[in-house]
């Protein structure tokens, strides 16, 4: 330092002298860049693949009409949009208001301390990591057989719930936590209740962040095979779900169904239902982002 | 946590109290195992200020929030001694620190306006204690009068408390706490983070305040204390045998004489600048 100081000042403009960016951290730059290039393409290849595929048959008999196997150029994915509509809003019914409530108690009323809550915390965690079939597993021996719910709308809500309801809890508690410390103690400090300052000041400041947490939950649900295979979602259905009971279909499984049929025009049928299930998702993905930007809060 | 050699108990109390509205009666608050402040006999008298100064780390905004129970909020944190308001002990087990708080309010030292409408920060008081929604509109605008600030607000109650500058936000704050008409105020450095016309325009409202509520203040700002104070405590951090720091009262006297004839050496040597 003191060297740098005292030091003539042709010496000082020697050593601000601007060498170029060494090589090696030009090669790092590259490498990070290649690293992001895999997903971009894998995208942009998938995206390409699906479109050129099922463009000609994105035409309206793909939602007006009943899956066939007999007649692909009359058979529609109608049951499976809807049966899709029915599960995610079921499921959506069922996990948010459990996940968001179970966040509230991590965040604002468990000591976080006691040895317990720790250990909740961590397997809160795990659950988010365990692969989608063994909650298919689940559903089918608790909720479909034990419960004797069957293989119906709300067996399969009720276990994709399970499946997502760790992220909707992670993510909701990240949005409370987000809520400065300060706003809750001007709350208390003026004679609230926790409650009241829950309920009055925290929810309504973590809105925007539990709602992206919760449509990107419900995203991944929307796209699960996985587990629904294993929950009757797999039976041919020709008609919409009528009921919390009903027998369904979804969307990624129809697909799976008709990419299993070996006629090339069934291939073309999966690849436009795809297009339909990709949309809906980036419609989704992209109402998280509006509602991000939209609420973003600066304390 | 054992008890290891001080100084002795400061013997230079003054400014005796008569009828106080609060009273800390041998009060040590803890930090888990660490004694933050150690043995504090201190009496608030009403409808006056009194100022805490003393050094970082001596334990005054620790103190300031044994007052209306914000210590509980921290985990670990605990209470001994007698803490009395009116003579009721507010730590006793059949208390409410709900109840507490709604008494004696708070202002903290960043301004901490909540992300809503200039009305409803004012409202949200009186609305969680249950008052009726016709009173809400004088409430607010009596309460924003008092704190100086509605001239400069009433044509845009609607718009958000956080759009309003650093000492219009501190200002509000203090309205807001006055709206659910507490008994007893405190202000944890209410002025550190603002200008010097903010400062004296908050300095100026507490003057007003003090003729109807009892005010504690905690400042580092020593002139602040000789300007707005009716009585100083000047606490210090004493370094025990073990190294460990605790708060302790030094001098509790009327302002112009702990400022003009400090009983203390430690508070002549902190008011004059030689420490601290």
């Known amino acids: 330092m003191s060297t740098v100081l005292t030091a003539p000042a042709e010496q000082v403009t020697e050593e601000l002298r601007d060498a170029g960016q060494p090589l090696r951290d030009r090669g790092f730059r590259w490498l990070l860049f290649a690293a992001l290039s895999v997903g971009i393409i894998t995208l942009a290849v998938l995206l390409v693949f699906v479109f050129s595929k099922g463009m000609p048959r994105l035409t309206p008999t793909l939602w007006q009409n009943m899956p066939s196997i007999r007649f692909p150029d009359k058979a529609g994915a109608q049951s499976a949009i809807m049966g899709t509509i029915w599960v995610i809003v079921t499921t959506a019914v069922i996990c948010l208001p459990v996940g968001v409530m179970a966040a509230i108690y991590l965040e604002e009323y468990a000591d976080a301390s006691k040895r317990f809550n720790r250990i909740v915390e961590i397997n809160i965690q795990n659950l988010a990591a365990v692969p989608s079939i063994v909650y298919g597993i689940l559903g089918l021996g608790v909720i479909a057989r034990a419960l004797m719910l069957g293989q119906t709308v709300i067996t399969a809500a009720l276990t994709l719930s399970l499946l997502v309801l760790p992220v909707v809890i992670i993510s909701s508690r990240e949005a409370i936590r987000a809520v400065p410390q300060s706003i809750r103690a001007g709350s208390l400090a003026l004679g609230a209740t926790q409650w009241q300052t829950v309920s009055r000041q925290v929810l309504p400041a973590a809105v925007p962040g539990i709602a992206t947490g919760a449509i990107l939950a419900l995203s991944r649900a929307i796209g699960e095979a996985a587990p629904l295979l294993l929950l009757g979602a797999v039976t041919f259905i020709t008609f919409n779900p009528d009921g919390l009971m009903s027998s369904y279909t979804v969307m990624p499984i129809q697909i799976y169904n008709w990419i299993s049929q070996s006629r090339e025009e069934f291939q073309i049928l999966a690849a436009a239902l795809c297009i339909i299930l990709l949309a809906v998702l980036l419609l989704m993905n992209g109402f998280a982002i509006y509602l991000r930007n939209r609420f973003q809060r600066r304390w | 946590m054992t008890t290891t050699a001080l100084a002795p108990r400061p013997a230079t109390i003054g400014g005796r109290v008569a009828d106080p509205t609060m009273e800390m009666r041998g009060v040590d608050v803890y930090y888990g195992d660490y004694q933050a402040v150690r043995d504090i006999d201190l009496p608030i008298a009403r409808h006056e200020i009194t100022a805490f100064i003393g050094p970082s780390g001596c334990g005054k905004s620790t103190l300031l929030r044994a007052f209306n129970r914000m210590n509980d909020l921290i985990p670990g944190a605990r209470v001994t001694g007698e803490v009395l308001y009116r003579g009721v002990d507010i730590y006793a087990p059949e208390v409410d620190p709900i109840e507490v708080r709604r008494r004696v309010g708070m202002v903290f030292q960043k301004p901490n306006p909540f992300p809503k409408s200039i009305y409803d920060n004012i409202a949200y008081g009186p609305r969680v204690l249950g008052t009726s929604k016709k009173d809400l509109d004088d409430i607010v605008e009596q309460s924003l009068t008092r704190a100086a600030l ?127």
């Open chain 2, 150 to 276: 509605w001239d400069e607000v009433k044509g845009k109650l609607d718009s958000s408390g956080m759009a309003l500058s650093g000492g219009q936000q501190q200002r509000l704050c203090i309205a807001r706490c006055i709206a659910v008409n507490p008994d007893v105020i405190l202000m944890d450095e209410p002025c550190a983070s603002l200008d010097p016309i903010a400062t004296a325009k908050i300095e100026d409202l507490m003057r007003e305040l003090a003729a109807e509520y009892t005010i504690v203040i905690v400042t580092h700002n020593m002139q602040q204390a000789t300007r707005v104070s009716d009585r100083t405590a000047f606490f210090t951090a004493d370094v025990d045998d073990a190294g460990v720091r605790h708060g302790r009262l030094v001098e509790f006297a009327a302002t112009p004489e702990l400022f003009g004839s400090p009983k203390d050496p430690r508070t002549e040597g902190y008011i004059s600048g030689r420490f601290g």
